[in-house]
C-alpha cells in the first residue's frame, strides 16, 4: 500500500488547489429550479467536463432535453479490477430566503466556529459540488501519482436535474445502458453519523402512495335532520384510518409484513450504541417519549428498518371558518407506505384498497387515484465484498468502524441504477446533520472535505483488490 | 261549538278571497338576505300591518336594525282564556338558481298535479307566508263571526329575518318583553307528516358544537425520514373521532347519556307505524341499510330523540392534488352535538375537550375554538294540556290523529321564546316534505292552505276552553 500512501500525501499537498476548484464550482449559481440559471446550469456541466478531460479521463456534456449531463470514461481499460460508476449531481437548491444568509449563497467564504473548526459557506458547499468533489479529487490524485491510470475502469456521471426529481435521468440511462455498465455504482450524497463517525447507508425504505376519496349520501346532508342514522364519510375514513394499526402498532393490512425480515442482532446492537434514544428523537420535532410506530422498536428502528404508514392529508366537510351543520357527501384520504426489505409495492396499495372497501358501509364508493409503480426497498447486505471494503477504508481513515446507516426516506437513483442498470450501490458521504442542506447557511466542514478526499483514496485502493 | 261552524263556513266561503291575499303577499319579494330587497321587506311588513288592523288588532311596524318586525295585539283583553303569541316570518329565502324555476318566483301560479291536487308555486308559497296565513286568515274569520272579538288575547309576532338567522330577534324580545308576554306561543312552520296526516312538532333536538386544532410536531415533517416513531395528528384525529362511538354506536363521552331519558312506549309505537323504516330513510339519500348510530333505535327515533356526535368536517396535511410526503404540524376538527331531554350543551362540550386531550401523545397541544352557548333541546309534554287540545282539534279536521314529530335540526326561536319569554311553543304546521322550501319551484297544496286555517280554527276553540 505505498502507492496509497503516496495518494494521500498528494491529497494533503494539493489541499489548497482542491479548494480552489471547490470554490470555483460554488460560484456558478446552477439551480436547476429556475429557469433564468439554464445558462449556468450548462456552463457548470461544461466546467466539470473540462475538470474531467484534464485528470485525464474521455469526457463529454450530453444533451437530455433538459439540463445536462456530464459523462466521462476512463481510457485505460485494461484492468482486471471492478468496474465503478460514479454519481453525483453539479446541480443546486434555490436560495430563498436570501436575507437569511450571513454570506453571499455564491461566494464560498471559510468562517471558523467557536469549535475550532473551519467550514465553507455556500449554496452547494455539500449538497452535492463538495461531496462530489471528494471523490473526483481523490480520483485526480490517485491518477497523478499512478501515471494517469485510475484504481478501476471508472465512468463519471454528474446530472444536473437532481433537485427537481431528475426528470430526464431515467430516459438517459436506458438510452445510454450500454455506456453505463460497471460492477457497482457509488454516490457521495450521504452523511456520516457525526463528525467522528464515518458511515455507510445500506437500507433506503422503499415507497408507495395512494389515494381516494369516499363517498356516501348523495349530497351534502343537513347533520341536524339526518344526523344519527346516515353514515358520515367523515367518521368512516377515522374508522378506517385508525383501523390502519393494531395495538402493538403494527400495520394490519393483510399480508402487509410479508418480504419484512428481521433486523441482524449485530445491527441492531451498533445502531443502540448510536445515543439516538427515543426521546432524543422526539426532542429534535418538539415532541416527547413515548413513540409512536411499533412497540419493541427504537425510533432509528423504526425510521430505518421497519415499514410504515402514514397517512399524508386528509380531509372533508366544512373546511373554513366557522360551523356548518353538514354532513359531507364525502371525504378524501391521501397516504404513503414506507417499505423495507422485500415488500411489494403493488400488493401494499392491493392490501390497503381492500382494507379501504372492507370498511365502507353499504352504499359507499371509493374512487382511488390512478396507481403508480412505488418503488421497492433498497438494501445492501452489511457483509457484502464492497461494503466490507469501503468500511474497512473508512475505519482506517477515520479510526472507528462506520455506522451503517438506515435512510427513512428514499433516493431514486438507487433504484433506478438496481432496475435499469442492474447494479447495487454503495452510499457513503461526509456530509453532517447541521450541514443545512436546502436552507440558507449551508456549510460542509473543511475535515468533510479533506478526510473525504482521504477516504475515497483508501475505498478506491480497497475497492480495486475486490471481487464482485 | 256551533260559533265554530260558523267559522269554519265563513273559512270555507272566504276561501278565494284568503287566496287573493295570499298571493298578493306572495307577489312581494321579500327576500332578506339581498340588501337590494330592503325595501321590499320593509313594504311587506307594512302590508301585514295594514292586514292586521284591517282585521282589528292594533298593528305596527317595529324597528329592529335589521328588518322590521310587525306586531299586533288584540284590544279586547277581558278573556279569561290563555294569552297567545302567535310567531311567523314574512321574510324568504333567495331564489337561485333562477333558471330552474318553471314559472316567476315572485308570480303565483296554480297548477294542478296528475294527482289531481292543487298546489300553489312560488318562493314562500310555503315557508312561510302560506303558513303564516292560515292562522291569520283562521283569526280573521273568528273575529268576524265574533263580533270582532279573538278567541283569546292575541298577540302577532312577524320577522322578516329567519332566513338569514335572526340576528335581531333575541335582542327585540329582550326589549319588548312586557308586550310579548302570554301563556303559550305558537308557531306556523313545520311540516305534517304526510298529505293526509296531521303532525305536532313536540321534540327538537339541541346543538352545540366545538372546534379544535390539535398540534403535533413542530413543523411539516419528511414522512420518510420522521414516518414511525414521530405520532402525526391526522393518525390521532382519526383515533379520537373513531373512539366518539363504542361499538353500539353510542357516544362514549363522560356522562353524555346524562338527562337523556328513554322515549315513551306510546310513542315509539307511534313512530313504528309511520311506515318510515331505515331502508326508506337511506334510500331517500343514496345509501342502504344497516343504518349508522346507536343500536336498538328505529332511524326515526334517532333523529327525532337520540343524542349524536356528528363530524362536520376535519382535515390536514396536503390537500391539494399530487402526493407530498409529509407528516403535517397539525389538524383540525370541527364538531357538533345534537342533544335531547335535558343534556346540558356546557358539559357535552366539556366532556368532548376532554376526550381529545386524553388522545393527545406527550407534547401535543389543543386550540379549541371560542366556547359557544348552544342551545339545550326542547321537549314538550306530548299530555300536556295545550298539546292535547291541538291534538283532538287537528284529528276532529283530518279524521286521524296527529303524529308527534319530532325535528332533528333545531328552531332557535323556539329556544329564545323559552328562555326569554318563559313560554312553550305549539308547532303545529301545515307543510310536506315535497314544499321544495329553500329550493326552486317552492309550493304549498291548496288542501294545506285550507284545512290549515280550518285546523286552527279549531285548534283556537279548544285553546280558549284549556287552563295552562
Redesign the interface.
Known amino acids: 500500500m505505498s502507492r496509497l500512501h503516496a495518494v494521500l500525501a498528494a491529497i494533503d499537498e494539493g489541499l489548497n488547489a482542491s479548494m480552489e476548484r471547490w470554490f470555483e464550482l460554488l460560484r456558478m449559481p446552477s439551480i436547476s429550479a429556475d429557469p433564468a440559471h439554464a445558462e449556468d446550469c450548462r456552463r457548470t456541466a461544461q466546467w466539470l467536463a473540462n475538470l474531467l478531460a484534464d485528470m485525464g479521463l474521455k469526457a463529454s456534456v450530453e444533451e437530455t432535453g433538459g439540463h445536462p449531463v456530464v459523462l466521462a470514461h476512463s481510457v485505460d481499460t485494461m484492468h482486471a479490477a471492478p468496474r465503478v460508476l460514479f454519481y453525483g449531481h453539479y446541480d443546486v437548491q434555490p436560495v430563498e430566503p436570501r436575507e437569511a444568509w450571513h454570506s453571499d449563497p455564491f461566494k464560498p467564504e471559510i468562517r471558523t466556529g467557536a469549535d475550532g473548526r473551519a467550514r465553507v459557506y455556500a449554496r452547494g458547499a455539500a449538497d452535492d459540488k463538495g461531496q462530489l468533489l471528494t471523490f473526483l479529487e481523490a480520483l485526480r490524485a490517485w491518477m497523478q501519482v499512478h501515471e494517469g491510470r485510475p484504481p478501476f475502469p471508472v465512468t463519471i456521471l454528474l446530472e444536473g436535474e437532481e433537485e427537481i426529481g431528475s426528470p430526464s435521468l431515467d430516459a438517459f440511462l436506458k438510452a445510454r445502458k450500454a455506456d453505463l455498465q460497471a460492477d457497482i455504482a457509488l454516490v457521495c450524497d450521504t452523511n456520516q453519523w457525526d463528525a467522528e463517525t464515518p458511515a455507510i447507508t445500506t437500507r433506503l425504505?422503499g415507497?408507495v402512495?395512494d389515494?381516494v376519496v369516499i363517498k356516501?349520501?348523495?349530497?351534502d346532508?343537513?347533520?341536524?335532520?339526518?344526523?344519527?342514522?346516515?353514515?358520515?364519510p367523515?367518521?368512516v375514513?377515522?374508522?378506517l384510518?385508525?383501523?390502519l394499526?393494531d395495538e402493538e402498532g403494527r400495520v394490519t393490512l393483510k399480508g402487509f409484513y410479508e418480504g419484512v425480515s428481521d433486523l441482524p442482532a449485530t445491527l441492531r446492537r451498533q445502531w443502540a450504541k448510536l445515543g439516538m434514544d427515543?426521546a432524543r428523537?422526539?426532542a429534535e420535532?418538539?415532541?416527547?417519549?413515548?413513540?409512536?410506530?411499533?412497540k419493541g422498536y427504537t425510533?432509528l428502528e423504526?425510521?430505518w428498518a421497519?415499514p410504515?404508514a402514514?397517512?399524508?392529508?386528509?380531509?372533508?366537510?366544512?373546511?373554513g371558518p366557522g360551523?356548518?351543520?353538514?354532513?359531507?357527501a364525502e371525504a378524501?384520504l391521501?397516504i404513503?407506505f414506507?417499505l423495507v426489505g422485500r415488500q411489494d409495492p403493488q400488493a401494499v396499495r392491493e392490501a390497503f384498497r381492500e382494507h379501504v372497501r372492507q370498511h365502507l358501509?353499504?352504499?359507499?364508493t371509493a374512487r382511488f387515484a390512478e396507481a403508480e409503480a412505488g418503488a421497492p426497498a433498497i438494501e445492501i447486505p452489511e457483509d457484502s465484498p464492497p461494503v466490507k471494503a469501503a468500511a474497512a477504508a473508512l475505519e482506517e481513515e477515520w479510526g472507528r468502524a462506520p455506522v451503517f446507516m438506515g435512510?427513512?426516506?428514499?433516493i431514486p437513483v438507487v433504484g433506478s441504477f438496481r432496475h435499469i442498470l442492474g447494479m447495487d450501490t454503495l452510499l457513503v458521504g461526509f456530509g453532517l446533520p447541521d450541514d443545512a442542506i436546502h436552507a440558507p447557511n449551508e456549510k460542509y466542514d473543511l475535515t468533510s472535505f479533506h478526510k473525504g478526499m482521504r477516504s475515497w483514496a483508501r475505498i478506491m485502493a480497497r475497492l480495486a483488490e475486490t471481487t464482485m
Not at 346532508?221 to 358520515?232: D, F, R, T
Open positions: 425504505r415507497i402512495h389515494e356516501g349520501p348523495n349530497a346532508l343537513h347533520s341536524g335532520l339526518y344526523g344519527g342514522p346516515v353514515p358520515n367523515l367518521h375514513l377515522a374508522r384510518v385508525s383501523a394499526w427515543d428523537l422526539l420535532v418538539g415532541l416527547k417519549p413515548p413513540a409512536a410506530g411499533e425510533a423504526k425510521i421497519r410504515t402514514e397517512v399524508n392529508g386528509m380531509g372533508g366537510g366544512h373546511m360551523a356548518k351543520t353538514v354532513i359531507p378524501f391521501k404513503s414506507r358501509p353499504a352504499g359507499f435512510c427513512g426516506g428514499s
